[in-house]
């Protein structure tokens, strides 16, 4: 009887705890942004631009990689369309790409935390504006995304930008 109540006690907790070890999963990319999702943020920058924005992502995970299109459209109607390819190399790590990024954008994710930087041209053409962004992703408890970056130039900040993602 007594090894009987010790199993049924076992089951218990641990019927109990699985719904928190779930969560406490380290979340990936491809769970969160496969399908649609959608975003509002904000781009604040030294010199004075302030630039509200909200965007439609539709992302494809193939297995290995995840094509994520974003459709931006900014506060004072200007549209603009991105597309990241982020390939799985490793649990919690991935290599990623966009037409405005020079070069790879490392992600490592930490639990509820991913955190990359990388390389943006913002003025692309013939004379280059290069900045980096420095961005950190925190899964929330309500199961939105916090992107929080800052953005520097020669090494000093310059910009910050603030996006809430969520599922559609």
Do not use: C
Not at 21 to 31: M, Y
């Amino acid at each position: 009887m007594r090894r009987t109540g010790l199993i049924i006690i076992a089951a218990i907790l641990a019927i109990i705890a699985l719904p928190h070890l779930a969560s406490a999963r380290d979340f990936a990319l491809e769970d969160f942004f496969a399908g649609r999702s959608v975003a509002q943020g904000e781009f604040k920058a030294i010199n004075g631009v302030d630039r509200k924005f909200r965007v439609a992502l539709t992302g494809r995970w193939n297995g290995r990689q995840l094509t994520l299109r974003e459709d931006f459209v900014y506060a004072d109607g200007q549209r603009e369309r991105k597309t990241w390819r982020f390939i799985k190399t490793a649990p919690g790590r991935y290599s990623g790409t966009r037409e405005d990024v020079v070069g790879p954008a490392e992600v490592t994710i930490k639990g509820d935390v991913a955190r990359y930087s990388y390389l943006v041209d913002i003025a692309p053409g013939p004379k280059q504006n290069i900045v980096r962004f420095h961005d950190t992703i925190r899964r929330q408890p309500d199961g939105t995304l916090l992107n929080t970056a800052w953005v520097s130039k020669f090494g000093f900040p310059v910009a910050t930008v603030r996006v809430v993602f969520s599922k559609k």
